[in-house]
């Protein structure tokens, strides 16, 4: 299991794009499928996007389909959420988390995952 850093959120006005970034401090993401949450105060953590163990599945929920865009480099060392056309209710702590078990499918589920980053906060303004 990597231990994960993330990176990259601050305040933006609203059509901006951010780049989100999530190394894997000490190791890999191996073969571990990944994803994106977030969470905003009082309401539990967010499914974003997924990317599986291969790299070539991807999965989206709908708020963000054809806006976000989720990476992983080939050294498997740093996976990314470039996030497009920026909304207000985008604002949010975004967590970038490793599935438990290797080999897995994507998840959307939070109790899938056993590595966490530590978050950073994402403030659309309109």
């Known amino acids: 299991q990597p231990e994960l850093v993330d990176s990259g959120g601050r305040q933006v006005q609203a059509g901006a794009s951010l780049r989100l970034s999530c190394a894997a401090s000490?190791?890999?993401?191996?073969?571990?499928?990944a994803g994106w949450f977030r969470q905003v105060p009082g309401k539990g953590r967010e499914f974003v996007a997924g990317?599986?163990?291969?790299?070539?599945?991807?999965d989206y929920t709908d708020s963000v389909k054809g806006r976000f865009t989720i990476s992983m480099d080939n050294a498997k060392i740093t996976m990314s959420l470039q996030m497009n056309n920026l909304q207000p209710e985008d604002t949010a702590v975004y967590y970038c988390?490793?599935?438990?078990?290797?080999?897995?499918?994507?998840?959307?589920?939070?109790?899938?995952?056993?590595?966490w980053g530590q978050g950073t906060q994402v403030t659309v303004a309109s």
């Open positions: 990317i599986d163990h291969s790299g070539g599945t991807f």
């Open positions: 000490g190791g890999t993401f191996w073969s571990y499928s």
């Open positions: 988390a490793a599935l438990l078990k290797p080999w897995g499918a994507i998840s959307r589920d939070v109790s899938d995952y056993s590595s």
